[in-house]
């Protein structure tokens, strides 16, 4: 989704804003835009398309000065096209802004600044705010940092936002509520941007803006902090854990493919002080700190988006096995608005990849203002969502840069599958035996997906055949039921092919009508407690001609016969499926989509942080 960055010190700042831009392309954008003041003059230049583009396009221009701030659009309001990228410019031109978020109450803004004399180059609701806001430092004769804050104060929405003023080069306002905006800090000098990314190289000072808050950056001053509402903040400067090389490809072609290939490592990373083997035993500290909240919960409702709330499902399944409390798995943006029954005794668990996304941090605070205990479940350090739930586990799969999730679900699944263990084994419904079983077999998740992955090629091989589907089911059940429905999520997202994921005895119901020898029907098919029936559901597809893809277990021969392209994976415990079966299915849908030619890490309409609704 949108990003933005911003720069004010003594370096060139279109280099560095450029490179901002670049670092923050993997939140999916359609346009880009740069405004830099200089000799009194900020010129902006925008372009639809990537940033590359932006280059071209700036080559010949004047990308002069030290102060500067760059944007990549999502579109939300009006076409992706030039004029409603970013930065917009006020009626005078002498302010200029960029803007992640979505001003809701736009269209009565903007009626009003139109009877004032104002009229629009674009569709956008940013340009209505650039206009308020220059609108509001006329009338009330007032510098920027209060016409920013008078301005906000008559906007309903979300925003982050960043403004400069043509006569105040020392001068940079950011502010931001429900999207995310860091400052670094450097040496005299300060960055801007949705995240830190773009910050890492430069500095490892950063300032996380705060809800509602304005941040006044002066050239060669301290940063001044205050709310909408005028409460001055005390800036808390923290450190950065993140580093360059998580940042790049590392020889890999695309960010999808080196995230699938370093999950053995970040499922260590995840475990790692948690899980000791040695010693039997897990320790989550979110759950020491809250023993008797998990102990004594009635319900625990899951909320998330997308691939985490597949990571959701699977939790429920653990849950409900191990510790024996019943479990609910909300979208996020269905659970916010349809005045859900929420008890104290209730734990909500937010599961966010990147602690951005809109719908979850709306559901955390509807779950939190009617008193639940809330646990967040993030993969970004710092980032909202787990600084607004009362306690939580981060999943320490590194920066995710690719669109689509692939390390940041498998740690989602692994830290929940310790709470569910956990939980289990404290409340007495797990045994000893079983929970130790379980807790060695756990530990070596890393190394049978390094196994898995020697079958790249071949997977990369078939893949090629399927270029001409347009469309794909995938069945599981039980555990790999959640694992279809992200295979199927892995495919749509990266290859534009059409599919679907359903519980595989479902099929009955409605899409058999579908099978045909035309049709791919990838089934997840691993020895387990249901394997005989999941064995029958392949045996009713092929009746009907359907062409299957099947995950088996190693040495299971019965499928692999039955099956037109198999791909097996170690046995392991049933829960800890899911962890090893949705390997295969990222390379499928990762080498499907490369065969196409998409764009694998940045998919068309796609963003990577979800931060308007
Ligand atoms: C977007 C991303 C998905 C992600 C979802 C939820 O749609 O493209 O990959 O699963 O948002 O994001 P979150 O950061 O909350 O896990």
Redesign the pocket.
Known sequence: MCGIVGYIGNQAAYPILIKGLKRLEYR?YDSAGVALLDDNQINVYKVKGKVADLEKFARRKNTNGTLGIAHTRWATHGEPNEVNAHPHYSQSEDLALIHNGIIENYAVLKQGLIKNGYTFQSETDTEVLIQLIEFIKKTNRVSLPEAVQLALNHVVGAYAIAVIERSQPDLLVAARKGSPLVVGVGEDEYFLASDATPIVEFTDKVVYVGEEEIVTIRRGAELDIKTISNVKKTPRIQKLALTLSQLEKGGYPHFMLKEIFEQPKTLSDSMRGRVNVDENNITLSGFIDNREKFLNAKRIIIT??????HAGQIGMYAIEEFARIPVEVEYSSEFRYRKPVIYPDDIVIA???????AD?LAAVELAKSQGAFIFGIC?VVGSSIPRNTHSGCYTHAGPEIG???TK?FTAQVTVLTMLALLIGKEKGYLSRENYLRIIRELAKIPEKIDHILLQNDIIAQFAKTFTYAQNFIYLGRGYNFPVALEGALKLK?ISYIHAEGYPAAEMKHGPIALISNEMPVVVIATKGEIYEKVVSNIQEIKARKGRIVAITTEGDAEVREMADYAISIPHTEECLVPLISVIPLQLLAYHIAVVKGCDVDQPRN?????TVE
Do not use: D, P
Request: with cysteine; net charge negative; glycine share 12%.
């Open positions: 999916g998330a988006c997308g691939t985490s709330w599961i966010s990849q990147s602690g951005e996304t979850t993969n669109v689509a999730s940041a997202e796609l963003a990577k942080s979800v």
